[in-house]
């Protein structure tokens, strides 16, 4: 019987080739589960706002609201007027992330406008939310009608508490220093004039504001314009935010020839009612 030749080199040889490859193997499974183990969860999605369509805003206003906006319809045409109650929408590309409607009527001493602007507002960014996005949207409009600062509170008076141990430590040290500083021109309190407190304006509770009550967060704007040869006209915008929805409500009323101006108190006053009828239908 023949016997085969053994060969001590290309035996160890083909065991080294076995060991590589097994440490390779296991050294790129464990490379990468190292890294896989690094990466963490995925951050999750912010929250959707709570809207994901909007109303119809022409006849979100009741009637007999618009009767009262609009007091130069009464006198038209039954035609005319159910035209104007009407209102006319505005053109928007998508009515489930905007909508809008105006309304307007005229008497032979005053125009008055109404128009209404409701924005859904979406986040493209999974880490900002509806909410805080149409928050942005809302501080925007905000910042654009510049409402003045509220007024500083009133300073309280000084406590006498700090005089009262000035004076006692005064007494405690040397007689000279306490009538020499007595002697001083200005430390007569008889020839002293009282500390002069800054006054605020005063206010009517008319000036633009920010609103309480009134959706999640909401301010006032009121602009009358100089007066013209067509008269001077008042514009008072309420603008709102609920979720992710901005609602503006914009009422004008425009004095015509040497008429006065429009009264501040109504404008407002009837703009505020119209805009808590729109939050209540947000609610529904």
């Known amino acids: 019987m023949q016997r ?37 969860p995925a951050a999750p ?21 618009l009767r009262d906006l ?17 209102g006319a929408a505005a053109v928007t590309y ?41 928050q942005e949207v809302f501080s925007r409009k905000q910042l654009a009608a510049d409402l003045p600062q509220p007024p500083p509170p009133p300073q309280s008076p000084a406590s006498p508490s700090g005089s009262a141990g000035n004076t006692a430590g005064n007494t405690s040290g040397s007689p000279s220093a306490t009538a020499s500083g007595s002697a001083l021109p200005g430390n007569d309190p008889a020839t002293q004039s009282p500390a002069q407190t800054p006054t605020a304006a005063p206010t009517t509770g008319l000036e633009p504001r920010v609103l309480q009550g009134l959706g999640q967060v909401a301010f006032l704007d009121d602009a009358l314009s100089p007066g013209g040869a067509n008269g001077r006209h008042r514009t008072v915008s309420v603008v709102f935010r609920t979720s992710n929805v901005v609602v503006t409500v914009e009422y004008v009323e425009q004095a015509t020839g040497s008429a006065e101006a429009p009264d501040s108190r109504e404008l407002q006053e009837k703009a505020q009612n119209l805009a808590r009828l729109l939050a209540e239908r947000l609610e529904e």
């Open 45 to 65: 999605a912010a929250p959707p706002g709570r809207y994901r369509t909007l109303f119809e805003p022409c006849g979100a206003v009741p009637q007999n609201t």
């Open 4 to 40: 085969q030749a053994y060969v001590p080199g290309l035996a160890a040889l083909a065991a080294a080739l076995v060991l590589g490859l097994t440490g390779c193997s296991s050294g790129g499974g464990s490379g990468t589960g190292a890294v896989d183990s690094k990466a963490g």
């Open 94 to 134: 998508d009515t489930d992330r905007r909508v809008g409607c105006s309304w307007k009527a005229d008497t032979p001493d005053a125009m008055h406008r109404l128009r209404l602007d409701i924005e859904r507002v979406v986040s493209y960014d999974p880490a900002v939310s509806d909410d805080d996005r149409a």
């Open 70 to 86: 609009l007091p130069g319809a009464a006198q038209l045409p039954d035609e005319e007027r159910i035209a104007v109650y009407r």
